[in-house]
């Protein structure tokens, strides 16, 4: 009785938290350019266990495409839909030694792939199971006999390259050391997207029997092994591998700390419940098909930026040094540029615990570059994409109440960044002539202008706060050096040399971008960018376009002027119009119709969006993941708004996708969206109510949001 009693208990335990992730579909966007992957995770952890079918191109940045079934292992790091390659530390591949020609194929039907948890069957019949906990991934290999081979590549890495030749992006110094007949520890230096050392250690449950080192190819600077073992237990063999920024020693540490054990189930549980805590924070009213697609946002959402500190809170930072991270916390996989927009303000509402630790690192960062980084990965800046935009995450979290930092650095942080020239931004060059003039800067000079001027406002706006009058009134001028880009004749901001010609010639549609179609656009055009500056001073775009009536006219012609060839490699994709939902530069856009005369055909946009590009299935996503953002702007308009202004506080209202949802905090409180007296979602004439009283703004505030209540959408006739 006693021993049914507890296998009931036991049940009951592993079964009453999985809620959501049983919604959450890991192979959505693994299929085209989503570039996400099926492997599993922690909620911002170190570690991201996965297969690899390539190393290198535009579809396998996350070394995975859904319709590959050719593999070359099993690494333990990635990032999450990402248009550039990195990670892809120490690839393990199981061979069944009876089978060796088939050790690189899998049978697709056998892949199955959730929260916490992979698996597939090799062509060789050898079944791979994969988890892990924050900083150790943990492999689970059944071999068809008591026999085995397992290859383990420490040359490997996923290149940033588009050419099978390039060799650029292994490693180029190691030192590794076979301890004993179960343990292999080392280091490896890579230079990739960004130059980094990363740690490990790994160690089977079973000792091998022999281990043979192959020969290296050319360029090669890290060792591979073959390592055989002649009798496992029970036809199983696990491995666990740990990383870290900082040692071996660090790794091991991780490792010790984190799974004591072998029992593979235990790890893959602890996972899953860790995941339902993050999954549970909102309730949805909505079909499967809907829900599958939410949540699987909310989990990407959450796997990154990943926390790189050792479980003693030790890391490696921009500068090589070993330090010791406040609370524990380094975060790293910042890809700024993109979840500055969405993916940050929904953070501070789901994950408020995490925003001082991530400001706290970008800080930390500050101190050893000079300059707040741009986008980084392993704790090292890759200057990937233009802008500072550090600079509105940290008025962000200054804005909505966040204290854990010292808000005087962090100004000063901020006028650093702004004042002393640094990779990708000129400051004297664009004091010079209120602009970058693209005969002195030989790309993305619109682009850059123009997103320097939000991150000026940002820079104004701290010091406003903080009661530095100097700071603010130079960078309020600053902040409007947009305008003096603007070409009345064609209403659009055009590249202008020094000597205040307008580059000839001009056709607002031609997408351009720094790696393959250079000019003064950053993935994008002269029409995406043009709403930039509206981020922040919408009612000084709407002044040069002369008045409200001609920025809703504007807005029309966005969302219905077809495009030419578009180019999803030029961040065309995802069209309506001129709108690509595909590239993190339109994402606010269908939310200033709020601030025209006919805001209905925002909500009627966002509709679409919804339920156009965005699915259930392997290619339900068009354009990139990246790391979360494509996922934020998911989330946020299912729920009924989104941040225009991401720095600001304020989230402007759409129009909700359920009936009902709820968001729920750690303090008990509750915000609640209902969608009342709407028999389909796709109708768009609503009074919109807090707590009961009309909302006469098109916005609320994220403090609205955190003290609980109610937000009410209700038709009316």
Known sequence: MKTKILTLLLFLSTTAFAQNAKFVNVFIGTDGTGHTFPGPSMPFGMVQPGPDNKDYGWNHTSGYQYKDTLLLGFSQTRFSGTGISEMGDVLLLPINPKKEKLNNAYYKNTEIGKVGYYALIKKDDVKVELTCSERVAFHQYTFPENEAQVLVDLQHGLRFVFDENNQKGLVIESDVKIENNTTISGYCYTQNWVNRKYFFTLTFDNPFTKSTQLEKKENEKAPKYLLEFSLIKNKKLKVKIALSSVSAEGAKLNLKTEIPHWNFDIVYQNNLKTWEKYLNKISIDAPKKQKEIFYTSLYHLFLQPSNIADVDGQYRGADDKIATAPNKAYYSTLSIWDVYRGAFPLLQILAPEKIDGIIQTILIHHKAKGFLPIWTAWGQDNYCMIGNHAIPMILSAYQNGFRGFNANEALKAMVETSTQSHINSDWELYNQYGYYPFDKLDNEAVSRTLESGYDDWCVAEMGRRLGEKEIENTFTKRASYYKNIFDKETSFFRGKDSKGNWRMPFNPL????????????????????????????????????????????????????????????????????????GNEPSHHIIYLYAYSNEPQKGQKYIHQVINEFHSNTPDGMIGNEDCGQMSAWYILSTLGFYPVNPANGEFVLGSPQVKKARIQFSNNKNFNIQAKNISELDIYNETRFLNGTKINIPFITYEDIMNGGNLTFEMTN
């Not at 003064?520 to 775009?541: C, H, K, L, M, R």
């Not at 966005?558 to 961040?571: Q, R, S, V, Y």
């Open 510 to 581: 031609t997408a351009t971008s720094p790696m393959n179609n250079p000019g003064d656009y950053t993935e994008a055009n002269a029409w995406q960018y043009f709403w930039t500056p509206a981020q922040y001073d919408i009612s000084g775009v709407t002044e040069l376009l002369g008045g409200k009536n001609n920025f809703t006219k504007k807005l029309n012609e966005f969302f219905t002027t077809e495009a030419e060839n578009p180019n999803k490699f030029l961040g065309q994709e995802a069209m309506i119009g001129q709108y690509a939902h």
